[in-house]
């Protein structure tokens, strides 16, 4: 006979290799953890890759590359995410899976500045093995779960295996069918989470219920890529001229980037979205453009400040700077649609969108204009100051907000289907 085993030995095999969490098992009082913020270190250091190829090669074709490159990393932040949100736990099982995709996306990084051209086929390659694992993790889930999630756990395995099918050819294919390819392949997610959101209103698919934990998650992508504003402006001032010029127009375009922190954290972050599918992943999706604004925002910040002696910005520093903060106006406005307190606060929002919409407006008019640099700068963060100032003005007069609230910091009222 056997002894027994140690009750200490059993509780660790116990709690270091739990199954994931089936859908519908939410932690409503979840906080993002320490491994999770480790975790978005990594994607860091991705999406600077991205970021340095496109200030290096400001033009419309290094933009069109950027947003392809920018929508597949997206795409695989967003999955892995989703799952630590859904199923992920405080376990040495979830801790292993989330170090090797750490792993994965650190070789991904290697390949990703030169992914649009040279190192394409060893990005499609890696990018497989970062799916590959996703793929598993999510098969996992569905092992265990109740039947009325399995046809949408079916559908979404569908759409892992697929992806991994389309970069497989992706890899083997000339440069810019490769482009055209994981174009397609990001836009075909987009539209999957809108079919997917749509689906759940009928019967559960996903079992999907926005958290605190979750919001805090896409908000700390807004952070992440705020670094690269500063990294721009650190990056355009540290390869000119020390002058005062030089150093006036990095801190000017500092401020564009201020702007884009208040405008955001205070009219749409830390805020939950309704509690509806097609809502919630609406609102996950409206993340994209803004993180591709602020990103742009900060790769033109190099060449503004490396010009700053010139009468007029480059055309496509100009364009990139004002298209991405118009950008990042229009895609906030739309998000604030999709947020719990939506209905009860229409009577801002509603104008709020309409002047987030002019002053997008205002701000290309702007870029075509072409001021010098420094002023190209300041009468962007005056634009976003102005934006702001109005939100929390309508905020004050309609009595949202007294003095002793923080902006964005109110209590939210309850999710309502």
């Known amino acids: 006979m056997q002894p027994a085993e140690p009750s200490a030995v059993r509780r660790f095999r116990g709690w270091f290799w739990q199954p994931p969490r089936a859908h519908g098992e939410i932690e409503t009082e979840r906080r993002v953890s ?15 890759q991205a970021a340095r190829e496109l200030a290096t ?16 990393v997206w795409v695989a932040w967003a ?15 979830t801790r292993t899976f989330v170090f090797i995709q750490m792993a994965i996306l650190a070789l991904l990084a290697v390949f990703t500045a030169r992914a649009a051209g040279e190192s394409g086929a060893a990005f499609a390659v890696v990018y497989i093995g970062f799916l590959a694992v996703m793929t598993w993790l999510w098969y996992t889930v569905r092992r265990q779960d109740r039947p009325e999630y399995m046809a949408g756990t079916a559908r979404y395995l569908a759409a892992m295996v697929a992806s991994i099918a389309v970069f497989a050819v992706s890899a083997v294919l000339p440069t810019d069918a490769r482009l055209v390819v994981w174009a397609l392949f990001s836009a075909g997610w987009l539209a999957f989470m809108l079919v997917f959101g749509w689906a759940s209103r009928r019967a559960p698919v996903t079992g999907i ?6 919001v805090e998650r896409f908000d700390l992508l807004v952070i992440i890529v705020l670094g690269e504003v500063v990294v721009g402006v650190v990056n355009g001032m540290s390869g000119s001229d020390h002058d005062p010029v030089t150093l006036a127009t990095g801190f000017v375009a500092l401020m564009v980037g201020f702007g884009l922190w208040w405008i955001f954290f205070d009219v749409g972050g830390r805020r939950l979205p309704r509690l509806d599918g097609l809502v919630v992943n609406a609102w996950m999706g409206a993340h994209l453009p803004i993180a591709i604004a602020i990103v742009g925002a900060g790769a033109a910040m190099v060449g503004l400040i490396e010009h700053a002696h010139e009468p007029q910005a480059p055309a496509a520093t100009a364009w990139l700077l004002a298209g991405s903060v118009a950008l990042l106006l229009v895609a906030l406005g739309l998000m604030t649609r999709t947020l719990a307190d939506y209905g009860r606060h229409a009577v801002i929002y509603r104008p709020l969108a309409f002047a987030m919409v002019a002053a997008a407006v205002v701000a290309l008019l702007v870029g075509w204009w072409r001021p010098t640099p420094w002023l190209l700068a300041l009468l962007l963060a005056a634009i976003l100051a102005a934006v702001w100032l109005f939100a929390v003005l309508r905020l004050f007069t309609t009595g949202t907000w ?6 964005g910091t109110g209590p939210e009222p309850p999710a309502t289907a």
């Open 402 to 407: 007294t003095a002793s609230d923080a902006p």
């Open 79 to 93: 999955n892995g995410t989703l799952y630590y949100e859904l199923h992920g736990r405080e376990d040495g099982r």
């Open 209 to 214: 219920v926005p958290t605190d934990a979750m």
């Open 57 to 72: 090669s400001v033009s419309l074709r290094g933009y069109l590359e950027f947003l392809v490159v920018f929508g597949v």
């Open 34 to 48: 320490f491994l999770e913020l480790f975790s978005d270190l990594v994607y860091v250091v991705v999406i600077s």
